[in-house]
């Protein structure tokens, strides 16, 4: 295991609507990463938080957004729910090493959106 | 732009038999890293190996093996003497760009199945 928590396990949302995901780092990560699994694809990079700002961002549109908190736990939003945001939201922590420099991303198990 | 092609969208094997998984990736950077992650059916990305454009050394850790060869722009993966607990999807990913929070970018993976 990694130490890396996500909460829930699975949603189940309307379109429209708006849902939070959470995610907890592991012991000494400073740096949270959300990336998105649609099925049977390879992760997208949705955007990385670093010391509470956002640091990094892929080819999201505004509706998805992020916090991550002092305990560097994090949770990504998503606004305008549509139904291709059904899929599984990992989230990954590592540790930022200065100059730059990032840990190994460890995986949490993700959290199964899916949206009717 | 970076992007890595998994050409394998998935493999059987029975149990004992070796299997290779391709990778190949593009980047214009000379400074990279090259990663393989495991997903079980569990969903939780299992990280497997790091290794940075400046080693091109390969690496073997109990039965795998991985072979990084710059000039072909490939890293790729080989589990011997196969068992079903390898049964599993695997992802290659490449991180190059610091400014963007070391993002990694993941292929599209490759589904390994090993009968008994």
């Known amino acids: 295991e990694t130490g890396v928590t996500q909460s829930p396990t699975h949603l189940i949302k309307t379109r429209g609507q708006q849902v939070t995901l959470r995610c907890s780092s592991q012991?000494?990560?400073?740096?949270v990463s959300w990336y998105q699994q649609a099925l049977g694809q390879g992760p997208q990079f949705i955007f990385q938080?670093?010391?509470?700002?956002?640091?990094g961002r892929g080819n999201f549109p505004p509706r998805f957004s992020g916090l991550q908190f002092p305990n560097y736990s994090s949770e990504l939003n998503v606004n305008a729910l549509e139904l291709d945001d059904s899929a599984l939201y990992l989230c990954?922590?590592?540790?930022?090493?200065?100059?730059?420099?990032?840990?190994?991303?460890?995986f949490g198990a993700g959290t199964r959106l899916s949206v009717l | 732009a970076q992007k890595v092609t998994q050409a394998q969208t998935e493999i059987s094997v029975v149990e004992k038999e070796d299997v290779t998984l391709d990778c190949v990736y593009e980047t214009r950077d000379t400074t990279y890293y090259l990663f393989w992650y495991k997903q079980p059916p569990s969903g939780e990305l299992v990280f497997l190996i790091r290794?940075?454009?400046?080693?091109?050394q390969n690496e073997i850790s109990g039965r795998y093996s991985w072979n990084f060869q710059k000039s072909t722009s490939s890293f790729n993966f080989t589990i011997t003497a196969s068992q079903v607990v390898d049964s599993a999807v695997y992802f290659c990913a490449l991180s190059e760009d610091e400014a963007a929070g070391n993002k990694l970018t993941f292929g599209g993976g490759t589904r390994v199945l090993v009968k008994p």
């Open positions: 012991s000494g990560h400073n740096t």
């Open positions: 990954a922590s590592s540790e930022r090493l200065g100059a730059g420099a990032q840990g190994i991303q460890y």
């Open positions: 290794r940075n454009s400046f080693d091109e």
């Open positions: 938080y670093y010391r509470e700002e956002e640091n």
